[in-house]
């Protein structure tokens, strides 16, 4: 799935946070740096959920850790598969047919 616009920097968010927290309205930073009012709101909720101040969705940390492990079940459904259709290829080529395991 194509993603439309690249990310913006991390430092580049956390600079934006920062004046936010200042007192900077988002839509006033919004009109001079670029990004929406809304990016910038977004912005903010997840900080506070990296900082521990909310509790209403994952952190950036366990957001990474969610995006590895579910790269990581691909990786060994692929994998299975591949063995799956392996030892029938060679349970043909011998031909002896494996007992059916309920295991896998």
């Known amino acids: 799935?194509?993603?439309?616009?690249?990310?913006?920097?991390?430092?580049?968010?956390?600079?934006?946070?920062?004046?936010?927290?200042?007192?900077?309205?988002?839509?006033?930073?919004?009109?001079?740096?670029?990004?929406?009012?809304?990016?910038?709101?977004?912005?903010?909720?997840?900080?506070?959920?990296?900082?521990?101040?909310r509790e209403d969705g994952l952190s950036t940390q366990e957001r990474e850790e969610l995006r590895r492990l579910r790269r990581e079940n691909r990786q060994l459904r692929l994998e299975r598969e591949i063995l799956a259709k392996a030892a029938a290829w060679f349970a043909r080529e011998t031909e002896t047919i494996p007992s059916r395991d309920t295991s896998s």
């Open 1 to 53: 799935m194509p993603r439309g616009k690249r990310p913006y920097p991390a430092e580049y968010r956390r600079n934006i946070v920062e004046l936010a927290r200042a007192g900077r309205s988002p839509a006033e930073l919004s009109k001079e740096f670029g990004p929406t009012a809304e990016t910038i709101n977004t912005w903010l909720r997840q900080a506070d959920r990296d900082e521990g101040r």
